[in-house]
């Protein structure tokens, strides 16, 4: 077995000649044995160390085995840290009911079969290894998310660019080619063109913003959002309005875009699927988080999908999501009678508030 597949196993008894029998017992698992003759010695090696579980004898003359599984317990690091429990004397019923209060997981009497003793132990290491790949496979699942989110607005700003400087400008020449042409038969043949060509321009502009808006880059989030709810206004009907503090500061470039993708996530969501006439945006910052809020007066959204039990969530609810999560966020759902609120809460990062604060500062100097 690798070192870095071992998993460590804290034994903990006040005679040293028990915790040797231990050891020689365990030896055969090939994991890390750590030994522990106190509570006080068992508790600074949880501390500094991720343990699988704990092998602890009840009975010891300064803190008896109970009495150190109930501090362990109490600590949230610890709350869910198996133990198994070693006495020398016939315990009652009601003396195992207080284990298992206390987050034993098993008994073993003396004298110790070794054989029962490796195969609970060998049961406990396992599930702690595999817990422990999962939660791997998992950072590795949400880099990856994280990776393919920016990949995706990195391609949305290349091929937005793309559409307005090349098929933009090419529909630009071909108008102004037309606007020249002389001639009465012709002149109204080159009007009804040019508006054709003029109306290819618009959906260029348009679909280019949509993919990445360059108010996003060149003034900041509050103008590119304000001109998102103003078009979506146009387009679909929805009163759409936004509310945000004055002097609202610029943010970090790939913060801003993620913003800016939650709202626009939001507001499609609710185009599509919650008949609302009116929604609103508000958008706040103090000194360590952005709060993004977006509420409608629609239909309201199900309890399942508000409390994003598995399978009931689309792509847009999950990038949200997960794009909430990449900067140690959290995105809520919540009933608004009427309608749903939306609220993505991210933290901001010491250094971004020094740098926010002297933005700040410089605009009202």
Excluded: C
């Excluded at 998993?7 to 000649?17: H, K, S």
């Excluded at 044995?33 to 010891?60: F, N, P, W, Y």
């Amino acid at each position: 077995m690798d070192e870095q597949d071992k998993v460590n196993i804290l034994l903990v008894d006040d005679q040293p000649g028990k915790l040797l029998s231990y050891e020689v017992i365990l030896a055969e698992l090939h994991e890390n044995l750590i030994k522990a003759q106190s509570g006080r010695e068992a508790l600074g090696h949880l501390l500094k160390t991720d343990i699988a579980m704990i092998l602890m004898d009840v009975s010891m003359p300064e803190q008896s085995g109970f009495e150190l599984a109930d501090v362990i317990r109490r600590h949230p690091r610890f709350q869910d840290k198996a133990i198994i429990f070693i006495s020398g004397v016939h315990l009652s019923d009601m003396d195992r009911l207080k284990g298992y209060d206390l987050g034993a997981v098993d008994y073993i009497s003396v004298p110790i079969i070794p054989e029962l003793l490796r195969a609970k132990v060998k049961v406990f290491a396992e599930l702690h290894r595999k817990n422990r790949q999962l939660e791997s496979l998992n950072r590795e699942m949400e880099r990856i998310s994280r990776r393919m989110i920016s990949l995706q607005d990195e391609e949305r700003r290349r091929i937005a660019r793309e559409v307005h400087d090349s098929l933009g400008q090419e529909l630009v020449a071909a108008k102004i080619m037309i606007d020249t042409i002389q001639g009465r038969d012709a002149e109204e043949s080159a009007r009804e063109a040019g508006r054709l060509i003029e109306s290819a321009l618009e959906q260029v502009r348009n679909i280019s913003h949509l993919l990445h808006p360059p108010l996003l880059d060149d003034v900041g989030l509050s103008s590119a959002i304000d001109w998102y709810l103003e078009g979506l206004t146009k387009r679909s009907g929805i009163n759409a309005s936004l509310e945000i503090e004055p002097g609202f500061p610029r943010l970090a470039p790939e913060l801003e875009t993620a913003v800016y993708r939650i709202v626009q996530e939001a507001l499609t969501n609710i185009f599509r699927h919650s008949g609302a006439r009116q929604a609103w945006v508000s958008l706040r910052i103090d000194e360590n988080r952005v709060s993004v809020r977006i509420r409608d007066d629609g239909r309201g959204m199900a309890e399942h999908v508000r409390e994003f039990r598995p399978g009931s969530i689309g792509v847009g609810l999950g990038g949200m999501r997960q794009r909430t999560r990449e900067f140690g966020g959290e995105l809520l759902l919540k009933n608004a009678n009427p309608g749903t609120l939306v609220e993505a809460i991210i933290p901001i990062k010491s250094q971004v508030v020094g740098e926010i604060s002297r933005r700040v500062g410089s605009q009202v100097n």
